[in-house]
């Protein structure tokens, strides 16, 4: 049975459609069975195309992200998913307020999965313009969370 993740930051342009793209390459290099999707807390950008200039940061590692396109989280999500995973504290305790009362996915951080890298955010490089570190802390909490799989 394939895991089912989804990966949440603000708009759905940057930080979740790169970890979305990231798991799914290492997934498949390990033959595991995933069932990915991103999306945003935010509706800025529903419809739209990953960020031009992460998409290529991304393509450079081998990571095509131009298939996917924006969408807001949804009050079905809690319940396709087994596990939701936020870029951020901000975006956690969004999903935590939208979240059911019981059951439904298990919240975490990205983060959560590569704790000696010492922070509790994957910084959204659209502000920081750091597009190259944001993937490299991507990469490592993918790492961290396909090795908990």
Request: net charge neutral.
């Amino acid at each position: 049975m394939a895991h089912r993740i989804l990966f949440v930051c603000l708009g759905n342009i940057c930080r979740s459609p790169s970890a979305e793209a990231v798991v799914r390459t290492l997934a498949k290099a390990r033959g595991m069975a995933v069932d990915l999707d991103s999306a945003g807390t935010g509706r800025w950008h529903i419809g739209e195309p990953p960020y031009a200039a992460m998409q290529q940061a991304a393509l450079r590692r081998g990571y095509d992200m131009s298939a996917l396109r924006a969408r807001q989280v949804t009050a079905r999500d809690f319940a396709r998913f087994d596990l939701i995973v936020a870029m951020d504290g901000q975006n956690l305790r969004d999903l935590r307020v939208m979240a059911p009362a019981t059951g439904g996915a298990k919240l975490r951080l990205m983060t959560d999965y590569a704790p000696s890298l010492g922070t509790d955010e994957v910084p959204d490089p659209y502000y920081t313009r750091d597009f190259d570190g944001t993937l490299d802390l991507i990469e490592r909490c993918a790492e961290g969370l396909l090795g908990q799989l």
